[in-house]
């Protein structure tokens, strides 16, 4: 079975008022992100009819409702409700009529009202469903958002991720999650990571034990999603190994078929990871913002050595 979202959460998320109030709504379930306007549905025709998604009516459908004589619009209605939709959602502070509340609670389909504005409703509705029902996968590491970079980090248990999320909180950064991180892919370019609801805002730290972080350090010290930018994987320190002194070339790390840059810091006593996980943030929103250092090293270089010796 696919993802789903209760119909009862995006209710409350969207802020909107129920026309049918003693109707159940507890095992309604929405398994589709799209949304649609029932445009030529409300016309008679049916073909190729969405009926999975959450169906939005607008000024238009409205007022063409309205116009109809009530044969019409009765045949229309028992119709359109005979599909099993969702829901549907009226913009615009719009009042249905009777007949059509009627057939809806027969049906046992909800109807749901706004004030709002149907183009605006309907992208922050598809927005917020896309991220709801996105692929996603739990996975062992520290999420903390610095400088309005998401950096994740990982490594094996006991290495010091979470003592470099502390660090990272106390020079003003702020944490989305430890230990574990929920990613969702909400497109092919974006990752969302989020922490589960049972360890929002807690650290654990061996010695000491759980620390809860917004009580500590305020709301400004924690957030609670953030975007996956740059992956920091904490490894042991080995003599024999060539680690990348330049970073000419990125590297690459994959979660859901996306990828994500990443970064192998190898741990030795003496090395403060959350100021090198400051460096790390910072340059590689540097290089998002069209500067990288090592080539412009590299071009010094390359241009030093072009240069004709003088006589």
Known sequence: MGNM??????????????????????????????????????????????QSRVQIIGMVEYT??????????????????SYDVPCVII????????????????KGIPIFGTKRGTSEFMAELIYWLSEQLAPSITIHGVLVDVYGEGVLIMGESGIGKSEAALELVRRGHRLVTDDVVEIRKINDHVLM????????????????????????FGVEGVKEKQQIDLVIKLEDWKKD??????????????????????????????????????AAAV????????????????????ENLTKQPEA
């Open 5 to 50: 979202v209760k119909l009862t959460k995006m209710v409350e998320a969207m802020g909107l008022y129920n026309f049918l109030p003693d109707m159940e709504l507890k095992d309604h379930r929405i398994t589709v992100s799209d949304v649609n306007r029932p445009a030529l549905q409300l016309s008679g025709y049916f073909k190729h009819f969405e």
């Open 64 to 81: 063409y409702l309205q116009q109809l004589d009530a044969e019409k619009k009765e045949s229309i209605y028992r119709e359109f409700m």
């Open 91 to 106: 913009c615009r502070d719009l009042k249905p009529d009777e007949l059509f509340l009627k057939l809806a609670e027969e």
């Open 193 to 216: 990571g989020t922490s589960p609801d049972i360890t929002r805002y807690f650290i654990e730290l061996r010695g000491i034990g759980i620390i809860d972080i917004k009580t500590l």
């Open 241 to 278: 190994k060539e680690y990348d002194r330049l970073g000419l070339e990125e590297e690459y790390t994959e979660f859901l078929g996306n990828r994500v840059v990443c970064q192998s810091l190898p741990i030795r006593p003496g090395r403060n990871l959350a100021v090198i996980c400051e």
């Open 283 to 302: 340059n590689h929103r540097q290089k998002k913002m069209g500067y990288n250092a090592a080539q412009e090293l590299y071009r010094r270089v390359q």
